[in-house]
């Protein structure tokens, strides 16, 4: 009976040991995504992050190899939301009492709805990983990681494609590049609203989302 209380105590303590650094680690993640939004990537130190964060350099190398692992502990997490928002805008509709085109049209405004609501993600997703060269490494596990996630995504739009093409909904004969165009098209028009050029342009947002997803749709029947 002892030995059992002394086995308990240790896990609570083990416990309570990974909550703190788990804890710690969510506390660099934060301070990062707010830093590289502010500044971009390569205006960011890793002392900007750790200033942020209220900790130490030493603190850091505890759990972070460099600024580009952090970088990318913060671009996996932003993906990770992002597959959510996108699954769930979809999970609760009968795909056989639904269109296709009603699935592809939930997950256009799941997509932009991400966007609104996490400019940060959105920007360390699709703007700042591609400005770095030494961003572009993708042989490490994390980067791997990163590349199949993104893969999982393009792969669940596309297999609303095929239902669509299954349906005879649509016509399309290359489903996966279907499915690249339509993100390539939302990410395309968020970038030119975030640079501002739809304002420049007098184009409203939810009017050229509306025009471009129609236009796509049409293409595919």
């Known amino acids: 009976m002892e ?13 309570r040991t990974e909550e703190a650094r788990n804890l710690r680690k ?41 600024k580009i692992e952090i970088y990318k502990n913060v ?6 939301i992002l597959e959510t928002h996108l699954r769930n ?3 609760n509709l009968d795909s056989d009492k639904v269109s296709a085109e ?9 997509y932009v709805d991400f966007y609104l609501k996490n400019p940060e993600y959105f920007d360390i997703i699709a ?31 596309e297999s609303i ?3 669509g093409k299954q349906k005879k909904e649509l016509k399309v004969e290359n489903t996966s590049a279907a499915a690249t ?16 050029n739809l304002t420049l342009l007098k184009q409203n947002l939810d009017q050229l989302i509306e025009f471009s997803f129609n236009t796509f749709i049409k293409g595919l029947k």
């Not at 009603?102 to 799941?110: I, P």
Request: proline fraction near 0%; hydrophobic fraction near 40%.
């Open 3 to 15: 030995f059992n209380t002394i086995d308990k105590s240790n896990n609570f303590k083990r416990a």
């Open 26 to 66: 969510n506390i660099l993640l934060k301070a990062a995504k707010e830093i590289f939004f502010e500044n971009g990537y390569k205006n960011t130190s890793i002392k900007d992050i750790t200033d942020r964060a209220n900790v130490s350099i030493g603190t850091f190398y505890l759990y972070f190899e460099n």
């Open 75 to 80: 671009l996996y997490e932003g993906i990770l």
């Open 89 to 91: 805008s979809v999970k």
């Open 102 to 110: 009603f699935l592809l049209k939930s997950l256009t405004r799941a």
């Open 127 to 157: 703007v700042l990983n591609l400005t770095e060269d030494e961003l572009k490494e993708n042989h490490n596990k994390l980067s791997m990681e990163i590349h199949k996630k993104a893969r999982d995504i393009l792969k669940f739009i």
């Open 161 to 163: 494609i095929r239902l």
């Open 181 to 196: 165009s339509i993100w390539g098209l939302l990410e395309g028009i968020l970038i030119l609203y975030k640079r501002n």
